[in-house]
C-alpha cells in the first residue's frame, strides 16, 4: 500500500500507541520515529542521550514558553545553550520532526508532532487511548511496572504528557478537536487498530 501520509501519534501512557505506530510504518514500510527522536537530537547537539532521555516529554517552567507566545523581552545574548535542557531538547526535535515530515511519509510517536506539523496537509494526527485496566495489564506485562505502583505510575506519566503538550502547544492534550481520529485500542487490539488507522487515512487524502 503506497502512501504519502505523515502518522502523528498522540497516546496515552498503556495503550499501546508507540505499538500501533510501529504496526503502521512495517505495513506500510515507512520510517517510524520515538526514542529515534532523542538519538537524532542528541547526535546533532553533541549533548548525551541520557541527558535528553530524562527531559523527554517533560514541561520546564522556562523562558521557551514566553518565546513560543511573544511575550518574551528579547535580549541578544541569548543563545540555544542559554535554554534549559527541556527547551532545547524540543527546539531541535521540532526542527527534526519538520525534516523527516519534508522527506515523505513516516510515523511520529508523541513529542506536540500534530502542533508541530499543524500546516502539512498530509498529516493525520491520532490520539489512542484505552480503559485504565488494559492500560495496567500492558503496563505490568510489557513493561515491567509493579502491579502494586502501575495505577499511580500511569496516572504520572499521562500528566506528564499532558502538561508537556498543553505547555509547548497552549492546546489540550486529548482534546478531538485536535486530532483527526481518537481511537480506543482496548476495543480493537494494536493489529486491528493499525489496520483501521491506514483505512482512515487512506479514506481522508483520497477525498474530493
Known amino acids: 500500500m503506497m502512501t504519502s501520509t505523515i502518522f502523528t501519534i498522540a497516546r496515552q501512557y498503556g495503550s499501546g500507541g508507540r505499538q500501533i505506530g510501529k504496526k503502521i510504518a512495517e505495513r506500510l514500510e515507512i520510517p517510524f520515529y520515538d526514542k ?7 547526535k546533532q547537539s553533541g549533548m548525551s542521550e541520557a541527558i535528553f532521555e530524562k527531559a523527554d516529554e517533560k514541561a520546564s517552567s522556562s523562558l521557551i514558553y514566553s518565546l513560543l507566545m511573544g511575550t518574551y523581552a528579547y ?5 540555544p545553550n542559554d535554554l534549559p535542557v527541556n527547551d532545547k531538547l524540543f527546539l531541535l526535535q521540532t526542527n527534526i520532526i ?16 500534530d502542533y508541530i506539523l499543524r500546516d502539512n496537509p498530509n498529516c493525520f494526527n491520532i490520539y489512542v ?3 485504565q485496566e488494559s492500560r495496567v495489564k500492558r503496563a ?4 515491567g511496572i509493579e502491579a502494586k505502583h502501575a495505577a499511580e505510575f500511569i496516572a504520572k506519566k499521562d500528566k506528564q504528557r499532558a502538561n508537556y503538550y498543553n505547555f509547548y502547544t497552549n492546546l ?10 481518537t481511537l480506543n485500542s482496548q476495543k480493537f487490539g494494536i493489529d486491528r487498530s493499525a489496520q483501521l488507522i491506514c483505512g482512515a487515512a487512506e479514506l481522508l487524502h483520497s477525498a474530493p
Not at 529515534?36 to 542528541?42: F, H, S, T, W
Not at 535580549?75 to 543563545?79: H, I, R, Y
Request: aromatic content about 8%; overall charge neutral; hydrophobic content about 40%.
Open 98 to 113: 519538520k525534516q523527516v515530515a519534508q522527506k515523505g511519509p513516516c510515523v511520529i510517536v508523541g513529542r506536540c508532532g
Open 129 to 131: 487511548y484505552a480503559d
Open 75 to 79: 535580549n541578544a545574548q541569548l543563545t
Open 172 to 181: 489540550k492534550w486529548g482534546a478531538a478537536q485536535n486530532y483527526h481520529l
Open 140 to 143: 505490568v506485562e510489557e513493561y
Open 36 to 42: 529515534e527522536l532523542i538519538a537524532m537530537a542528541a
